[in-house]
């Protein structure tokens, strides 16, 4: 069986998903900010044709977003969590085998259909997800992942495909690999295409066409497959398995500065409280923890910066323990008369929850605390997140957490924030 893959990939997700609950905004330049609010991660078409660039600060496009009435977001993840979970439910009704690649992309083995079914079915899936979900999408279509990647870059940039790009043939793939900036092949960085320019490789075809030993020369031996998946030789199966995660980082920057000792256990009981809920999720369990701070180093504060890791007694995923061994190195790195702008915990050794080696003087209530702090993830699972929480991680209206001043409501994962409609 030929192996044929596709990859549909959710066009400007972030702003895509405030519009699903917003048609009114569908024609208006639209921008998502990141955390805290600081820059745009999220463009519509008509927010790009105003020259906003991603990453642009929000406060340097204030006027511009004043005179042209751009309409503004804080990012809302559980939004877009949830929505990117129903395209996955949508995809799945109709192509059996699938890879999340991110939270708006997602690779198809088309290879199960008869090849003349492939590009209608591709077609079908981006008229279901828009009719289902509401979010349009592209369709890239390919005999490898970097292919299909390829065919999607065409398929967004050429109207005329109609969101649905097929390269299969090695005729069409001759024509129009040749249009495509080497920059946009996947996984060709910044540095890599630096390196590939100065022998003249400008294009998707000039790759395919390099030997494979330069590229990987060049490039490691990432470049030497890439060459042979352009060739349209498959070198990249579909990972249907979640990669075995090696570590979790919950790091946030401060809504205002922290400058006192008891904001600062807060932020990091909280986000250390988050780590434990992730990795209780994920089924694994931290051997040793790292937590830093920092001030802003672009205000003219005085600078300091400081980390500090340890060791658990035994591996652990329990929220007490690590908020409790997390504030302590929190306290020693501690230092009077500073803005803090940020802080984060690092968990950099994960282990299966299943393998544990107990203490030796082991805690028997263990048990009794996993159920409770399980109780408590479905609990906030269903009713919001923070709706039970410790106590040391402080009040949800703390100074120091996240600005979100334009989040629009969670539509689908919060009753409370569910439009009301009222008669007369």
Known sequence: MTEVFGIIDCNNFYVSCERV???????????????????????????????????DPEFKIRD???????KVFSSNYALYGSLSG????????????????????????????????????????RERVRRWVGIPTCVGIGTTKTLAKVANFIAKKRPQYLGVCDLRSSQVRE???????????????????????????????????LDPDNARALMTVMGGRTVYELRGISCLPLELMEPTRKGIAVT???????TTRREMREAIA???????????????????????????NFNNDPFYSNGASAR??????DTGEVVALAVRLGERLWRDGFRYSKTGIMITELLPETIRQPALWGDLDRERRERAWKAMDKLNAT?????VRILGAGPKSAAWKLRAEHRSPRWTTRWDELPRVRSH
């Open 21 to 55: 609950f917003r048609p009114d905004l569908e024609g208006v330049p639209v921008i998502v900010l990141s955390n805290n609010d600081g820059c745009a991660v999220a463009r519509s078409a008509e927010a790009k044709a105003l020259g906003i660039k991603m990453g």
């Open 64 to 70: 511009l977003i004043k005179r042209e009435n751009v």
């Open 86 to 125: 129903r395209v996955t439910d949508t995809l799945l009704s109709m192509v059996p085998t699938i890879e999340t690649y991110s939270i708006d992309e997602s690779f198809l083995n088309l290879g199960e259909f008869r090849e003349r079914e492939v590009e209608p079915l591709a077609r079908e899936l």
């Open 175 to 209: 024509e129009l690999l040749s249009t495509v900036p080497v920059d946009e092949v996947w996984g060709i960085g910044a540095a890599s295409a630096a390196k590939l320019a100065k022998i003249g490789v400008q294009t998707a075809a000039d790759l395919a066409a």
């Open 252 to 258: 946030r920057s401060f809504g205002a500065p922290v």
């Open 270 to 296: 909280s986000y250390a409280t988050r780590a434990a809920e992730k990795m209780r999720r994920y089924k694994v369990a931290a051997d040793n923890i790292f937590v830093f701070m920092h001030t802003n």
């Open 312 to 317: 658990f007694a035994e591996t652990t995923n």
């Open 383 to 387: 009713l919001g997140r923070d709706t």
